[in-house]
């Protein structure tokens, strides 16, 4: 019972092998082959042949594989080498080439219409298209010249009534209209000339008129060159072309055997392979051991002088020494005895690392788009560039560091009713020179700069500019103390610090719009200005970069601070895009803003003035974002 259990055990297992393999064999892809396919070296030739000239089986007639199949189609035919010697044995300046008979490029049949008229239809339009037939009334006398008088009486003294039948006659008329929409041309033949003269043909070929008239034979323009019957060529298209072909063989025969290499595998006695290229040749060696049945080693020297030639240098003070045991006692006795100490050790001190840079930039786009839209709106394109550089300078055994940073913002906007425009424009340097004192106090030394790349208008004026490259520009020094609470925030603290604000053009730009004095080019502020920065990531895929700019003036309104407050948010979304949110806001007491009505008027002061008061500024800007960061 135990031996018939086994059995239909092991009957059950081979069953469901059985199962699993024929479900396997049934999922099989129906592409693959069950017997490889043996190949002669014409039949595979042939098969590769008929892939490559097989135009549904390629997408583009040009690919890549295609042209290299063709290529190894050429080499199985006949080796390069072969090709090689058979043009090096060939001389085609040697061929004699001299003229020949005019070639005839083509032939054109001819409608005539009659004896003196004719067509040059091309494409075989139907006549019915510009010929058409109409019925003329023909009169045995000219009637408008008609004058009594007894020539035109009858024997009876009437006039006679047959003067006065006409005789219907149809005329063919032709359409030149149609013959110009078709392009058929209309010659005439008189006295052995073509009027107008016959156009030249393909590659301006001559025509000429054949000896029956019926056809225009066009003949090869220029002077016919003929080779030597006894050469492969035919016709030529000058005397010297086969001059100009030998220089150009020779020249890509040169280049073929500069840039050709061959691979060969050097072997050692264990089977071991390692690849050398021979090309043209080059002085440079390259090291190979050699080793025997011992597994002693020697140093050969390999090198690739020409195209086809190798050199073997071997390794100098070579010296073959074999290991044999030996008894102890044989053995010298400072040998049998070493005399062994350690010796002290200094710990490697690394190679400090003083400067640091980096790069950031970040392409940032919005685009909307409006067709048919009944609640209004305008289609706009906007774009904006933004990129960092940064080089930051940090020593500390002298606890020193030098951070520098160049930032440059310009964006544009397009729409289709106010066309190209400049959105954002702002060059920036900030360059700030540490020491660190008190852990993580320490002083420090600022400066500052800001202005713009491109003029500005205040649309929708934009014939006078408001501002260019530096003007206005505004710099900032100032010396006091940096708190670091953690690695990316700080707070610097300057209440030393010099602001000017400047406008050098001041004939093209108001300085006042700027905060300038109408008879000045620079406004000049001393105080304390704050700086805040810091960057902080809620998120995983979130980043928040904060810089605030508060400055104080200690000889004007020190309760007006000005604030300089810049927020981006990157959200991220893979590798290189993220969405980018950019707030901006501005706030300078000394730049004065129009007070406008009801009617959007300005409002004046009673000596006729219009009233100015500061007033925040902001800007915004949100969209996709391509960053690039190293």
Request: glycine share 4%; hydrophobic share 40%; proline share 5%.
């Amino acid at each position: 019972m135990k031996r018939f259990s086994f059995l239909l055990f092991v009957f059950l297992i081979a069953s469901n092998l059985s199962a699993q393999i024929s479900d396997d064999q049934d999922q099989a892809p129906a592409d693959t082959l069950s017997i490889l396919p043996e190949f002669t070296t014409l039949a595979a030739r042939k098969y590769i042949d008929q892939v490559v000239n097989n135009p549904s089986a390629w997408r583009t007639m040009d690919d890549p594989v295609k042209n290299a199949l063709e290529r190894l189609l050429d080499h199985s035919i006949e080796p390069f080498d072969t090709v090689r010697s058979r043009l090096l044995m060939q001389d085609f300046r040697a061929i004699d080439i001299h003229t020949g008979n005019p070639v005839e490029t083509g032939r054109m049949a001819l409608k005539w219409l009659n004896d003196s008229t004719f067509l040059i239809d091309p494409k075989g339009w139907s006549p019915n298209l510009y010929l058409r037939e109409e019925s003329k009334f023909v009169y045995p006398v000219d009637l408008s010249s008609l004058v009594l008088s007894d020539s035109l009486l009858d024997e009876n003294g009437m006039l006679d009534p047959t003067l006065f039948t006409p005789d219907t006659v149809i005329v063919t008329v032709i359409d030149t209209s149609a013959l110009n929409s078709l392009g058929i041309a209309l010659h005439y033949y008189k006295d052995k000339l073509i009027s107008p003269p016959l156009a030249l043909g393909k590659g301006g070929s001559t025509p000429s008129l054949a000896a029956d008239r019926r056809t225009v034979i066009y003949y090869r323009p220029g002077t016919v060159w003929e080779a030597d019957e006894d050469s492969p060529f035919l016709m030529m298209d000058g005397r010297y072309q086969l001059d100009s072909l030998q220089y150009a063989v020779n020249k890509l025969l040169e280049f073929t055997e500069e840039r050709d290499s061959t691979m060969l595998w050097l072997s050692d006695m264990s089977g071991r392979k390692r690849p050398f290229w021979i090309s043209s040749g080059s002085e440079e060696e390259y090291r190979f051991w050699v080793k025997n049945y011992n597994n002693d080693s020697v140093t050969v020297w390999l090198g690739n002088p020409g195209s086809q030639e190798l050199r073997l240098t071997l390794e100098d003070d070579v010296n073959f020494n074999r290991l044999v045991k030996e008894d102890f006692e044989h053995l010298p006795s400072f040998v049998q005895d070493p005399e062994s100490s350690l010796r002290s050790m200094k710990m490697l001190e690394p190679i400090p690392k003083y400067w640091d840079f980096g790069f950031l930039s970040a392409f940032i786009l919005n685009q909307t788009y409006l067709s048919n839209w009944t609640k209004g709106g305008e289609s706009s394109l906007s774009a904006m560039m933004d990129i960092q550089l940064d080089a930051t300078y940090n020593n500390k055994d002298a606890n020193t560091q030098w951070i520098n940073a160049v930032r440059m913002k310009f964006g544009t906007i397009m729409t289709q009713e106010k066309g190209f425009r400049k959105n954002h424009d702002a060059l920036e340097i900030n360059s700030k020179f540490n020491r660190n004192a008190w852990g993580k106090i320490g002083m420090s030394a600022s400066l500052y700069m800001k202005h713009q790349l491109a003029k500005g208008y205040n649309y929708p004026n934009d014939s006078i500019p408001i501002s260019k490259f530096l003007n206005p520009g505004t710099m900032t020094l100032g010396l006091g103390f940096e708190y670091k609470p953690a690695k990316e925030i700080t707070f610097n603290v300057a209440p030393l610090s010099y602001k000017t604000t400047f406008v050098l053009d001041t004939a093209n730009i108001n300085q006042t719009l700027h905060g300038i004095d109408k008879n000045a080019r620079a406004k000049r502020e001393m105080g304390t200005q704050i700086v805040v920065s810091s960057k902080v990531t809620p998120f995983e895929s979130m980043e928040i970069t904060n810089n605030l700019r508060l400055f104080s003036n200690y000889l004007k309104k020190p309760q007006n601070i000005d604030v300089d407050w810049e927020l981006i948010v990157d959200q991220k979304i893979n590798w290189f895009f993220n969405i980018r949110l950019n707030l901006h806001l501005i706030y300078d007491d000394d730049v004065r803003f129009p007070v406008l009505d009801e009617n959007n008027q300005p409002v004046l002061l009673p000596d006729g003035t219009e009233k100015k008061v500061a007033d925040m500024q902001f800007k915004e800007f949100i969209g996709l974002s391509l960053q690039f960061k190293f």
